[in-house]
């Protein structure tokens, strides 16, 4: 689950009058990648909402934009997970255009968990740490909290 | 509170590859008009949904797209109640561009009012309804259910 | 070609504080089945604007919201060609839950060809018209302009 | 022109179904702050881009979430110029309720100007230089490109 990778589209309400991807649209295609990364890991956000009471939110973002997307550009985007705690976790994230492998955006993201009603810190489900774990025991290296 | 305007401007969020509004957005720009209708009806949604449990929803739209705005246009939105339930009404909306009025998108929109919880229609509140009818009493003839 | 059909996920960006798909969206995601059915035909938008100065629009849309989205449904968008003339042409879209089938919103969405520069009406691409034809010989009926 | 600020309104298009405003449209929020500053400052970027073929564009952004806004909030975003070079600047950015002056978002927005058409980096037009540093130069101290 190191290096997850999911594929997009740029369709045009991804573009601006610039007639490129609009810059704040990469969170989008970021947010769509960790949401499928997630689900591969096996969990669902709007049921983790619904019946865990816990939501994932975003408390940092740090995004390079580095060369424009277009019109029906097919995008991968990564996942990988740099740091992992009990309430939150930072991911390292790219966009690529797959047919050429140019590096359109990149970025880190940093992610809390949340009760849904009180919006207040509170710890990742055991299930979901004992998955990222998993897949965290195959990083190069421990990153400490 | 017939021909209620609300103004407002054309950003490169609102734009796509064409180089002009994205015609989606139309919807977005009605909406704003609609909800501070509401607000200068003396109505907050915010407010309906988490008190009153109810929710405006969009049950229909027509609109017909007729002339392109461009970054920085500044529009005029129109909203005008042309039918009344009591679980519903339609209203008639119009965007032009402030600087030459030119008629940019028009339609017809239907709101519902449901449930916040489980999305089933309700009556609109009294208040609200009150209120519209206030408003409606100086429409040029009674729109039948 | 008749009843091309389109699969996308609901993602967070999708939905509003009501919890469910913002209806806005809807024209998005018609649009995103819209663009693969042509891709499915052959043409690529980006090229059709660059290399032929040309331009599909939207002029007119009618929708009919019927049931809620939320997130993490995945969604079939079908798109069926209704009308074809020389600059403009009508699709009848629906969006459907995959897991249940149940019809979330569906609509009429007229198409315009432009030119990309002037936004005037101009013809549909011979190529595109005959990839087009070549689809609606299979329709019931043949539908004059 | 320090601490340029620009009030908006949060509506059902800036919110998702954690019930609060999605993050991403802080990004919206912020550039809708920035282009308002700029035509405070006499520039519009709709000219800058058909008459002088220029665009800024966004290089970089480091955003921070603090708390949550919602439905029918009124926003205050302020834009302070925190560095100016020939060819790019950054800006400080802050989102604040109005009605309490909680700070929601804060961050670093890099802007470059490039040839609209090339997306190469160009010179900033002169005019907007010297507008810049009317406005710099009641900033406590020089900041060296």
């Not at 619904?50 to 408390?59: D, L, R, S, T």
């Not at 029906?72 to 009990?86: I, K």
Request: hydrophobic share 45%; proline share 4%.
């Amino acid at each position: 689950m190191i290096d997850f990778e999911h594929g997009l589209r740029v369709y045009w309400e991804d573009t601006d009058a610039g007639g490129v991807v609009f810059y704040a649209n990469y969170l989008k295609f970021f947010e769509r990648a960790r949401t499928e990364w997630l689900r591969a890991l096996g969990f669902e956000q709007e049921r983790l909402r619904v019946e865990g009471g816990a939501m994932f939110i975003v408390g940092g973002t740090t995004v390079r934009y580095l060369s424009p997307a277009r019109l029906d550009d097919f995008l991968q985007v990564s996942v990988r997970l740099t740091e992992r705690g009990r309430v939150s976790m930072t991911l390292f994230q790219q966009a690529r255009r797959a047919s050429d492998g140019a590096l359109l955006a990149e970025g880190e993201i940093r992610i809390g968990c949340v009760d849904s009603r009180t919006f207040k810190p509170t710890r990742i489900p055991v299930s979901i740490l004992q998955a990222l774990d998993a897949a965290a025991s195959t990083l190069p290296a421990p990153i400490p909290e």
